[in-house]
């Protein structure tokens, strides 16, 4: 999952990245409202966005409303250290999907962004299942067939976006930027190689090639899924 993180603190910032990199989220940082705002604007593949009201350049409340004009629907997390319930009330008016006031706890952050992504996916329950492949993204425990699955942790990154939304198309730059998002140098081959080591450990046809566009998590016969 890629999460984009608009945070001008840069400590908090820092501790916030740290956090999440045990859940295998890929958490893309931006520290003001304008950039964040462009980012959110131009097709980035963003999973999710946690987003500071207090932002540089532009505020983080004027970043929520252009983004849900400009008819975007990425879950977003609003952080904040205004806790003034007409403050809450208009975040969420303007279209935040959930709240969080400074300080929180990071456990707390991350069940609040573990419970938005489930909704934003039409989940009721975390565990995610494929022809017999189980993934928890809480425990990130995989299962094939009822046998334990080691997976790296950019493999671990791929199969969850793919089986959170099975029948979509990934473009190779697309799959590269929820992975590594924007700060590390990628081989070329990077995203094939590793779509061949899930199709070994899982299976052959887990993951189906779309010839000239990308990848692809075909949607399971009910009786497969």
Do not use: C
């Amino acid at each position: 999952m890629r999460i984009l993180l608009v945070e001008d603190d840069p400590s908090l910032a820092s501790g916030i990245r740290l956090a999440l990199k045990p859940e295998h989220y890929t958490v893309d940082h931006l520290s003001d409202g304008a950039t964040a705002l462009n980012a959110l604007t131009e097709g980035e593949p963003f999973d999710a966005v946690i987003l500071d009201l207090g932002l540089p350049r532009l505020d983080g409340m004027e970043v929520l409303n252009a983004v849900r004009r400009h008819g975007s629907h990425v879950p977003i997390l609003v952080l904040t250290a205004r806790d003034a319930v007409d403050n809450r009330i208009a975040g969420l008016d303007a279209g935040a999907d959930d709240y969080l006031i400074k300080p929180f706890e990071v456990a707390e952050l991350k069940a609040r962004l573990r419970a938005l992504l489930r909704r934003s996916q039409g989940q009721t329950s975390s565990l995610l299942t494929y022809r017999g492949i189980t993934l928890d993204p809480h425990t990130l425990h995989v299962g094939y067939q009822g046998a334990s699955v080691t997976l790296s942790r950019r493999e671990l990154t791929l199969l969850q976006e793919f089986m959170s939304h099975p029948g979509r198309v990934f473009t190779r730059d697309t799959l590269t930027r929820l992975v590594y998002g924007w700060e590390e140098d990628v081989e070329s081959n990077a995203i094939e190689v590793h779509i061949h080591h899930l199709r070994r450990k899982l299976f052959s046809d887990a993951i189906r090639t779309v010839r000239g566009i990308g990848y692809v998590m075909d949607k399971p016969a009910k009786d497969e899924a």
